[in-house]
């Protein structure tokens, strides 16, 4: 029995997806990587009183949750079921970094850290597997039909190459070169954007699947080109997919002006990342003097917030 002092916490991470966004929800590959400068801490205490969330999105009962939380509650009551422990007199307390609905994994980060400080919290082991269960289940809340993606790379600590149902492959972005991350302030729609393309799915299949093939065809180049080091290579397959997405009806205006900008300035390539309509661009860049250019002129265009992440052996963690 915890008293009212004693804390767990449980942490997770942001996520960028370098190529196959929509298309891995139908079976083609993903290149993805845990973007750590975005942390999510959850901590859960007791509490004399009904049980509280207290996070950005929402400060209240936990029985009073809106329906826009109701993955978190949702995810809540599923594991104390599970672990034969009460609901009541949680205080749970949920800090995060990574913009909301911005295609950095903000969703699937927060359920990944909740569900790792309510199984402290109640001293029980917890495999990963079961994380992922969890996680995938709160996921569908939030997203409909994903496809697993956010969930292992914002549990995870290395870049994975993934496809749907098959084993995570953990695949070192051993490149040299820099990805600059940028904000459009927009909140993505990534819920939307799924509907959306399983939409143009059922009404144009020849035409959506040969878009997704193509998609998942430029993630399996760019596979090889991180293989070769072959960092213009990889560049220009970013801009393909952006052109992908586009076809895809998932980007809009204020992505396209960040994707132009970026190669206006000089990056190698740029695409929207995540499920678009909003949230973030990332770009290429060989060296960090043309990254923080970049990132420069993305901020002058309206960017809220950019980052740069180096590439690179020594840099994945
Ligand atoms: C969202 O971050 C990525 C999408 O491909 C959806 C998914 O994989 O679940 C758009």
Known sequence: MKTLTEQTTGVAHGKLILLGEHAVVYGEPAIA??????????????TKEPSRILSSYYQGLLHDAPDSVSNITATINTVCDDLNQSADHLLISITSTIPPERGMGSSAAVATALVRALFAYFEKPLSSSKLLEYVDSSEEIAHGNPSGLD????????????KKGQILEPFPLNISGYLIVADTGIKGQTKQ?????????????EQTTDVVRSIGRLTVEAKAAIENNEIERLGKLLNQAHAHLKQLNVSNKQLDTLVATAITQGALGAKLTGGGRGGCIIALSGTIQEAETIAGKLAEQGAVDTWIHALGADNNE
């Open 193 to 205: 954007t799924v509907k959306d393309v399983a939409k143009l799915m059922t009404e144009f299949p």
């Open 33 to 46: 990587l845990p973007f750590k400068a975005a942390p999510v801490r959850v901590k859960v205490s007791k």
């Open 151 to 162: 969930a292992r790379v914002t549990s995870g600590e290395f870049p994975v190459f993934y």
